[in-house]
């Protein structure tokens, strides 16, 4: 009697082609970009089109850039990451293929000490080898979360009473994964 062999493939993130980006509206009437520079990750999945594949993301909370000095600095307070105190946010989920190319990823997100689930979109750009003989493969993953819900609550108001930093931040990752051999 033969016993079915487990074949669950590692893919690892390629740093040099992935984007961690996300965006605020500022005074309600305007949108600030930023971007996280270093993380980590990994997936592992037991199918070619990686439904079901079970993903493991980490971020440094240290390597935010607003492309200004001083918003960075303040991001990286107590008033937002206390950077020092909690120096990742972390995320583990399953990937769920809906139809075609389109996917939901779904898991726990840890910022500073709250877990909540949270629910985001992918889209699998495909498998290609490179030029070079490795494995990679493409998603744009996009979502929404509250920031408030993660205890990053520090805000200011405005003149006319309104906030000076929205509570909804959309977060858009671009990644290539490679197939670690």
């Known amino acids: 009697m033969e016993t079915a062999v487990e074949t669950k493939t590692t893919w690892g993130i390629d740093p040099t082609h992935t984007e961690v980006q996300f965006k605020v509206k500022h005074l309600v009437i305007s949108t600030v970009s930023g971007f996280f520079k270093k993380f980590s990750g990994s997936v592992e999945s037991e199918t070619e089109d990686f439904d079901g594949a079970s993903i493991t993301f980490s971020i440094e ?20 990451f206390a950077a020092e105190q909690y120096p990742t946010l972390n995320f583990t989920g399953k990937l769920k293929k809906i139809s075609g190319s389109d996917y939901k990823l779904t898991g726990p997100l840890t910022v500073r000490d709250t877990t909540k689930t949270v629910e985001l979109s992918v889209e699998f750009g495909g498998i290609m080898v490179d030029p070079w003989g490795n494995t990679k493969a493409g998603f744009e993953i996009n ?30 990752i671009n990644t290539e994964l490679a197939k670690v051999k």
């Not at 850039?65 to 600095?73: F, I, L, M, V």
């Not at 200011?156 to 931040?169: C, D, Q, R």
């Open 61 to 80: 909370t240290s390597s935010i850039d607003t492309n200004q000095p001083d918003r960075d600095t303040h991001l990286k307070s107590a008033d937002f």
């Open 143 to 172: 979502g929404k979360i509250n920031r408030k819900d993660f205890g990053l609550a520090w805000n200011a108001l405005t003149e006319s009473g309104g906030m000076l930093v929205s509570e909804e931040v959309k977060l858009h």
